[in-house]
């Protein structure tokens, strides 16, 4: 399975910057999976032309309804986007998002027909206090969807999104590996096609020995994924 490379762009991107989304889709990296904001998911599909996935930030847990200003997995797979984050510990922090609204963002999307991208990590605190694992358990109970169709996992350390902090490899490793077990744990057998994405601070340097530890399907990139420059020569560093 060769690695997935997937882009989350957060709050940033205007008119103008969907010609990267343009360039990345006219190289021939074919592993590459975007999340532009809400406001250009609709031009990004258009100029991905089918090369490269694009999909949303976040999803409302609803299909539609009274909830101004939210978006829902239905909208946006309407407008031809192939997945969808949920539970990015952004969104838990300044969103107040739980484990049981991440399981709901996480079931709307898989019935819309996306696949989802679940993000998990500890803080820095729960790291130190040697609580990573447990954590991870208790998210991934409380945000697992009931079964795993179109399921990705990505797991994010808080402590290290956009602070130029990565943990160890041996860290990655633990950590992913254990979220293997949880998987397998829940979902049986199945729970070994379920790819788990390392996310926090990844860029072209870093992304061939991060992507050649075991269990590592893929990253999940914020700040480097911003160029086409960036996002492909993280693409490349794939072993
Ligand atoms: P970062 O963000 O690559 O800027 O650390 C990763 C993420 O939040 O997904």
């Known amino acids: 399975m060769p690695a997935l490379i997937v882009g989350n762009w957060k709050m940033n991107g205007l008119g103008e910057d969907i010609a990267e989304i343009a360039a990345m889709a006219g190289s021939s990296v074919r592993n590459l999976w975007v999340a532009p904001p809400f406001t250009l998911v609709d031009r990004a599909v258009i100029v991905a032309a089918g090369a490269i996935k694009i999909g949303g930030q976040d999803c409302h847990a609803r299909d539609k309804g009274a909830h101004t200003g939210c978006v829902s997995a239905a909208m946006l797979a309407d407008l031809g986007a192939g997945f969808v984050i949920v539970g990015h510990s952004e969104r838990r922090r300044d969103n107040g998002e739980t484990d049981a609204d991440v399981r709901a963002k996480a079931m709307a999307g898989q019935a819309a027909g996306l696949e989802v991208i679940l993000c998990i990590g500890e803080t820095r605190g729960e790291r130190d206090a040697g609580e990573t694992a447990a954590v991870l358990t208790a998210q991934l109970a409380g945000s697992l969807p009931e079964d795993s169709n179109g399921l990705i996992i990505a797991y994010e350390p808080v402590w290290a999104i956009g602070t130029g902090l990565v943990p160890t490899l041996a860290d990655v490793s633990a950590a992913h590996a254990h979220v293997r077990s949880q998987l397998v744990a829940r979902y049986g057998p199945a729970g ?10 990844v860029t072209p340097a870093n ?21 086409a420059d960036s996002l492909l020569a993280i693409a490349t560093a794939a072993p």
């Open 192 to 201: 070994h096609g379920v790819r788990i994405l390392y996310g926090g601070s």
């Open 207 to 227: 992304a061939g020995d991060l992507l050649a530890v075991d269990e590592v399907g893929g990253v999940l990139v914020g700040g480097a994924s911003l160029t």
